[in-house]
């Protein structure tokens, strides 16, 4: 069995998941064929110390599968309300001295978003040559180069105040990597903001999700996972939510999904009327979905921000 790719424990199989049935997955998702873009097969795996659930082989999709896949309808979401829980954050302390860098930036529309709502300097960085120009057009300070690159230049070392990275962890084949590579960027004191999917999301109960699996994503995530990824980096961690859905909600939503797929949404009356005459589904549902795990007191919502905060420890004497 494969190691955990956070911290190194031994793992048990959870699924296998061959390349005909992602393919399907997908088609069945977006209504549509897909191009040939190079699928494999993987097994899903989860640590039986922190519970991270990870992929075998951890090999990220190819670059056909993401030309393909960012093409999709609102694949890049225009705001995020991580976003607004980061500025939120960090204003208090802010200035225009304070430097924050965002790995994995896209085009830009959170660079854009801190730019019309601080003074903080903000730099991006992207591995995609076409996402770096539409930064430049828009007139945002980005590069285009990796983390690994740039971490190692002497003139990044410990530079940035916040590190921040909205939704790549997940995609990333090295995880625990990716994250030493942006605290190596950080001076002490400074904050890595993280978020992701919490894994499983409240409908995957009833419902594959083809995008919170690989060759879309590498790893998934929750409370305990984190907790352990900070334990290895030495850092504080703060978990930040928005106001999750109730328990009916989620039980309504997951049985809509499984019952009509994700494309299509009811009214709540309706969702409440299809669960009854279901109501086998609806009772075991219900009760699954009281056991969902518990972040800052609540049920833990579909999207986390988590908050490492690099603090002088034995390490870093």
């Not at 833990?300 to 004497?317: C, H, M, R, S, T």
């Amino acid at each position: 069995m494969p190691k955990c790719p956070v911290c190194n424990s031994s793992s048990f199989l959870l699924k296998s998941l061959t390349k005909d049935f992602i393919e399907s997955s997908l088609v069945k998702f977006y209504h549509e064929s897909i191009p040939e873009i190079n699928l494999i097969d993987y097994s899903i795996y989860k640590c039986n110390n922190c519970t991270l659930e990870f992929c075998d082989p951890m090999f990220a999709g190819t670059k056909k599968f993401y030309d393909w896949m960012i093409h999709q309808p609102n694949y890049y979401p225009t705001y995020r309300w991580e976003w607004g829980i980061v500025l939120k954050q960090v204003l208090p302390n802010s200035n225009d001295q304070t430097n924050l860098v965002e790995v994995g930036c896209g085009n830009g529309d959170f660079l854009k978003f801190i730019k019309k709502s601080s003074s903080i300097n903000a730099l991006g960085m992207d591995t995609s040559e076409s996402a770096i120009s539409v930064c430049a057009a828009r007139d945002l300070n980005a590069i285009c180069d990796s983390i690994e690159s740039f971490s190692n230049k002497e003139n990044s070392i410990k530079k940035f105040d916040i590190a921040c990275s909205f939704h790549c962890l997940e995609h990333v084949e090295d995880p625990l990597g990716f994250v030493k590579e942006m605290k190596s960027m950080l001076k002490f004191g400074g904050s890595i903001f993280l978020s992701t999917p919490y894994s499983p999301m409240c409908y995957e109960s009833q419902w594959y999700d083809p995008l919170n699996h690989p060759p879309h994503h590498m790893s998934r995530w929750n409370k305990k996972s984190y907790e352990e990824l900070a334990k290895i980096l030495d850092m504080q961690i703060n978990f930040h939510t928005h106001e999750p859905a109730t328990l009916f909600q989620r039980t309504f939503l997951a049985l809509d999904i499984k019952y009509y797929g994700f494309k299509i949404f009811h009214s709540r009356k309706k969702m409440v009327l299809n669960s009854i005459f279901r109501f086998k589904d609806f009772y075991k549902e219900y009760h699954f979905q009281r056991k969902r795990d518990v972040v800052n007191g609540k049920p833990a919502p579909d999207v986390i921000l988590v908050q490492l905060i690099f603090k002088y420890g034995a390490n870093d004497k």
